[in-house]
């Protein structure tokens, strides 16, 4: 969409390498991607197929607002968010709920906000000033590609960005491997408590966390599940899972909604699975949308 894919001059060769040399290298092979029966019918994560994915290096951790202020400062882009003037905010990360008296039809907890977007995530009375370090968020799928095509990356393929996740565990649901709460210990940041009217923030957060918290997992890749969802590149199929083409598979070649990968910190804990998929149109922003790039 030529309104919103801003083309964007390239860093300069250093801070592409500085970039590039960032990465952590995943050595490519087969794995079992999806699960064999979906946990839930819209996740679209089955069945089991096997998968060879070659080797690649990938982010150890989304893009953070520091990162990305980076990119802004040295171009000037401006996100589809800004340019549109508004974005969705979760409700408990707003003080007044009077002042945001509209919200989403099907989902009465996402709130219209003037003038939020990701250097104002809750709007103009709010920054990121004390959040450099937390993933960038209200990101549409057209900011993240156009932040890789600065840097000289791109976006991860959806059977890499899971062949990551798994950090080398075969079969696991998690990052980590099978248990949601590993001796008691919370392994990611998501919602706890009742939703959508209390997080009691067992996990420290109310709602983005540092891209570098939690353990890592085998690969030394930061917050695979939880804290944000994350683009890909692929466009979504529901069927993608009984397509025939498993050896670097890159999704379909077109399609009306991108993939998203690792859930977010207001879903609850036990659908933040390696396998779960979720998609939106490359133009939709939220504040729990951020990515990471690969190379």
Known sequence: NDNYETPTDCASSEMQNKLRNSLVLVSGGFFDMGCPVSTFPNDNDSPRIKVFVSSFRISP?????????????????????????????????????????????????WRYVDGACWSAPEGPDS???????????????????????????????EAEWEFAARGGLSRKKFPWGNQLFP?????????????????????????????????????????????????????????????????DPQGPESGTSKVLRGGNWYYKAYYMRTTYRFNEKPEIFKIWQGFRCAD
């Open 127 to 157: 920054n990121v000033d004390r959040r450099q370090n937390h993933p960038v968020t209200h990101i549409a799928w057209y900011d993240a590609v156009a932040y890789c095509k600065w840097s000289g990356l791109r976006l991860p393929f």
């Open 61 to 109: 951790h989304a893009v953070s607002n520091a990162e990305f202020a980076t990119f802004v400062d040295e171009t000037g882009y401006q996100t589809v968010a800004e340019k549109e003037g508004w974005s969705f905010v979760f409700q408990s990360l707003l003080d007044d709920l009077t002042k945001y008296p509209n919200f989403a039809r099907t989902a009465p907890w």
């Open 183 to 247: 001796k008691g210990e919370h392994m990611m940041n998501t919602w706890q408590g009742d939703f959508p009217k209390l997080n009691t923030e067992d996990d420290g957060w109310s709602g983005t966390a540092p891209v570098d918290s939690f353990p890592p997992n085998g690969f030394g890749l930061f917050n695979m599940t939880g804290n944000v969802w994350e683009w890909v590149s692929d466009w979504f199929d529901a069927t993608v899972y009984q397509d025939e083409n498993r050896e």
